[in-house]
């Protein structure tokens, strides 16, 4: 069954610097999703992305962060200056339509120091 | 905006026990709800979901039921299983394509 593949599992930086989470989503979806979840915390809604634009996004999800599909294939999370509480999983997500299950990566740990 | 609250955790039992994981929503209308179940090191997949009121979703044993006079969605299992330990999400849409989670409640079954 195809998957959402993300890398990498874990990324460890340093307050202040940049850093890119990658995702592969399934390729015949159409929308695409990063969710974050703080440790011990409800996984939160940061961004939705359709046609090459943001369809919707959270408070959380400042000018610090952005979002990108370079290819036909990658979709990209970008943290310009990362924070401690920036620390988090960051869950890729896609789905066929808006409404249709959404289909989720195992995830990119990232811990800034 | 929509809502949900779902039980603490962890919740610990020994093999072929009875689970119930609760979970309450606050919502406006009455959209469809989701249980998620993240195993250990993976991402979250979906486990079973109900579109509309009196609904019972289920999948792999588990059942979960859309009970809109007590605004609940818990998810019950009738005999758990080591394999069944992980963390399971009660979530509902709020907006279009956005998705709010519970905090997860974590499951850990021992033989």
């Known amino acids: 069954e195809p998957e959402v593949t993300q890398t990498p599992s874990h990324q460890v930086t340093q307050m202040g610097q940049e850093v890119i989470l990658r995702c592969v989503p399934i390729s015949n979806h159409l929308y695409f999703y990063w969710y974050r979840q703080i440790l011990g915390q409800k996984v939160e809604f940061l961004v939705s992305?359709?046609?090459?634009?943001?369809?919707?996004k959270s408070e959380i999800f400042d000018d610090q962060f952005s979002v990108e599909r370079p290819d036909g294939s990658n979709f990209t999370l970008k943290i310009r200056s990362t924070k401690l509480e920036d620390s988090a999983m960051y869950f890729c997500?896609?789905?066929?339509?808006?409404?249709?299950?959404?289909?989720f990566g195992n995830g990119t740990r990232l811990t800034v120091t | 905006g929509n809502s949900v609250t779902q039980m603490e955790g962890p919740v610990t039992l020994s093999e072929e026990a009875f689970l119930t994981i609760n979970c309450t929503y606050t919502a406006t209308g009455y959209p469809s709800l989701f249980w998620y179940v993240q195993y250990p090191g993976e991402g979250l997949q979906l486990l079973l979901k109900a579109t509309k009121a009196d609904d019972k979703g289920s999948n792999k044993g588990f059942e979960a039921t859309y009970r809109k006079e007590t605004t609940s969605f818990h998810l019950e299992k009738g005999s758990v299983q080591v394999s069944d330990s992980a963390v399971y999400f009660c979530?509902?849409?709020?907006?279009?394509?956005?998705?709010?989670f519970g905090t997860g409640t974590r499951l850990l079954v021992s033989p």
């Open positions: 997500a896609s789905n066929l339509r808006g409404n249709s299950p959404l289909h």
């Open positions: 992305f359709y046609n090459n634009e943001i369809s919707e």
């Open positions: 979530a509902l849409p709020t907006g279009f394509q956005k998705l709010v």
